[in-house]
């Protein structure tokens, strides 16, 4: 059975890399039928914040990276937080100690001493990747305070979780001969590496916290983004799946990821590619799921409404306007308020003409005397009014475009006009030619 994981260090947001590193140890654990586990390396006390962890741990849930032990799910090979297993990790240094392979500085540090012979990673991504002899001092895998320093505990916990493969950044690599070092000490195997490769910028500077779109949190959740969308656009920063679409669901990326498919070349990350996905999943919704999804944006835009099918189908109307999830709020704030602002330009088109207001006025009295409020039955009364007045449909809808919403661009007239119910339209009308032409 695989075992991987992901072992964050909690010192700050979940960002693109390690959520991808988190992705790729997930889609193998799925793909292998093994288990992934989530450690968390808070041996750090003055840079890792419980703020971090739980920050890591949300962006997890929310790119839906569940994780079969770690915390809040416990296992057998707890605990999950590095900052709770000294016990484990005296007793691993009391192995080295037995074996011969540490000793103590006057200063109470403790040293390994490298086995000093060449040693080979065989990488799942990289190839084997061989070390000559190591010229560095020996390494101190604990503190003088007591502490222990990562390489130590990464390898220890490795063991003790009986890891069978790590996938993690290109990063770790200049160092697992170290790590397959302490594996050799402790009499333990070590498991198969696979070092992904970096995620730079699209300008091919190296990615860092600060970029655009590197944190989950920020970028993606409150951006507007959703989980599916990010999830598949990950997949490729680094990997490309061996079929003809680029767009993939969690299922199939599972079934076609292979470890050994992934590049050694570093990714160039593209936060235009990432929206451009999004729009697409986005469009694939039900209009209840778009609507849930929409929700906290709707929200936090102050859109207030009751009428839930109705507010289903205004976000739903939109839906190719959009990329984002954020977006959604300019395109449908009028359907659920009757204040709704006009826009500059929508004022002086319709003071432009003066006919524009007789126009109005004519389309309000046939809607009057529409007795079936559907969307066709709408339409039709639309085109019966322009045919009456001389005038072609297509410069009667603009107009009533505007009273209907204040705005100039929009779904179809006869689906505003629809959703917001024949009263609201006859009033908007009404204000529209009083205030506004
Ligand atoms: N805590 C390390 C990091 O965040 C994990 C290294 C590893 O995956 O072995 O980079």
Redesign the pocket.
Known sequence: MTRV?F???PTGDLHVG?AR?ALFNWLFARKTGGTFILRI?DTDGARNTEEASQGILKGLRWLGLDWDEGPGVGGNYGPYFQSQRKDIYDAYLARLVASDRVYTEENGAVRFKFSRTAITVHDLVCGDVTFAPTEEPDMTVRRPDGSYI?HFV?VVDDIEMKMTH?F??ED?LSNTWKHIDLFNALGATPPTYAHIPLILNSDGSKMSKRDEGSAIEKSYMNGGFLPDAVFNYLCLLGWTPRTDSEKLNRQALTALFEPAEIHSSNARFDLAKCSWFNAKYLRELSPEALLAESRPFLVEAGIVFEDEVMAAAAVYSIKEKVSLLNEIPAWVHYFFREDYPFEADVVAKLQAKPENKTLLLAAADSFEHLVEWTDAGIQQSIEDCAKASSVKPGALMPLLRFALSGQSRGPGVNTIAHLIGKTKTLSRIAHTVSTQV
Do not use: D, I, L
């Open positions: 994981r072992a964050p260090s390690g590193t390396e990562f990464n790590v993690r950044g770790h």
